[in-house]
């Protein structure tokens, strides 16, 4: 299922930009498909009535829309929605009393790691090094989300403003804003991890994994804890 979650949202930015790029509204509820669809996965896969149950109303709206002469609009809200949200996240534990999100995951990892292989605890520099690093994802994200909400609003044709009635004091090409959206976007994402990756290695050499690889799959298992840490720690 998580194999099939992540070509599915991988999928997502290709249908959306070739559906601006080709205004067709095919791909468009192609692309608003798998955006309410991905996340609702795993309960559709455990058979959930309710999941289920929405699946018709989604159906239906998608048809509804795919008929309206305003269908590139929802497009936009994704690539401002998403990494807002994941600074928001990020930002959320760098408030007085709460410990930041990469320290969580740092201490999860060593948690996790051979008993013996490392100290449990983060060394002072490790910590320090955790809490700037989330301030720069939280930075990075929330620069995203503006660059895309602003190349939204001057976006022609189609844009939010011009949508609107309003006429922007300059605007960029549709297709640019696409790109940068549905394509750059996620690929200054994939460089900001790795350019991070590069140097921590660099810097601090001891870590709890072999490999880029090895770091990715214990992130992802320690997903749940980490998720379930944020959470109570909002309680």
Do not use: C
Not at 133 to 147: E, G, N, P, Y
Request: charged fraction near 15%; hydrophobic fraction near 55%.
């Amino acid at each position: 299922m998580t194999r099939y979650k992540a070509a599915l949202a991988l999928a997502y930015p290709l249908a959306a930009h070739f559906a601006v790029i080709h205004n067709s509204v095919t791909l468009i509820a192609v692309a608003l498909g798998l955006l309410i669809v991905v996340p609702m996965l795993p309960a559709l896969g455990r058979g959930s009535r309710a999941a289920w149950l929405v699946l018709p109303p989604v159906g239906a709206g998608l048809w509804w829309l795919s008929r309206s002469t305003h269908a590139t609009l929802p497009l936009y809200i994704a690539p401002v929605l998403v990494p807002g949200f994941m600074a928001g996240v990020f930002g959320s534990t760098l408030t007085a009393g709460q410990m930041p999100l990469i320290e969580r995951l740092i201490r999860i990892m060593l948690e996790a790691a051979p008993e013996g292989a490392t100290d449990p605890e983060p060394e002072p520099a490790v910590r320090d090094y955790a809490r700037k690093l989330t301030v720069a994802w939280t930075v990075f994200f929330v620069s995203l989300a503006t660059v895309n909400l602003a190349l939204g609003l001057l976006a022609e044709p189609g844009g939010l403003l011009l949508s609107n009635g309003m006429t922007p004091p300059l605007t960029v090409p549709q297709e640019w804003w696409s790109l940068f959206a549905n394509m750059i976007g996620y690929l200054l994402v994939a460089a900001f991890f790795l350019i991070e990756y590069a140097y921590r290695r660099q810097r601090f050499p001891r870590q709890p994994y072999r490999n880029m690889l090895d770091f990715f799959l214990r992130v992802l298992a320690a997903m749940p804890r980490l998720v379930g840490s944020a959470a109570g720690s909002r309680r």
